[in-house]
């Protein structure tokens, strides 16, 4: 069993390599946080944002919850987004979600999980409303496959309604929104939507004046 104390000599170990590889590194980090990425992404550990992105700590800022959900009540959710969309001017909001996720095979069942039930609910609406698009053929992982996708289309649109992003691109600030899926299989990241950087493909109920 890995320790505490075992995990405190991993970080001094890995902050000695480091310094000895960039001096500066960690003087740069505390004088700045210059981000170009806000991340939204699965609490889930096999899916790291900055070892996915080959980026280095203090290059992504980052939020992770269960089966990376936007819901416009979370608090949470929504100050990191404004946060980073106002003070940290990303230019681009990254949601991504990945296969095998527990959350999206939760939401599919009939048996309880308790406090998470009501966090999954949204998931099993989205699942309801897209009901015509899982045929009787397809099988059970087919059948995630495609709930995870749709769940990721469907965050990165809520993404796109938030005030302060319709706001960022009213006042012509840079941002882009994308929609990522990562494969746990191979350790691939790739598309599902095109970027959204502007109104324009948002409906106009959810337009601000």
Known sequence: MILIDDLLENNKRWAEEMHEKDPSFFLRLTNQEAVKYLWIGCSDSRVPANELLGLLPGSVFVHRNIANLVIHTDLNCMSVIEYAVKILKVEHIILTGH?????????????SFGLIDGWLRTIKDLYIQHIDKFPCGMTKKQRLDK????????????????????????????????????SVENGQLKQLTTDFNNSDSVNDLYHIT
């Open 147 to 182: 709930l995870t996708e749709l769940n990721v289309i469907e965050q990165t649109k809520n993404i796109c309604h938030a005030t302060c992003v319709q706001e960022a691109w009213k006042n012509g600030q840079a941002l882009t929104v994308n929609s990522l899926i990562y």
């Open 99 to 111: 296969y095998d996720c527990g959350g999206i095979k939760a939401a599919i069942e009939t048996q």
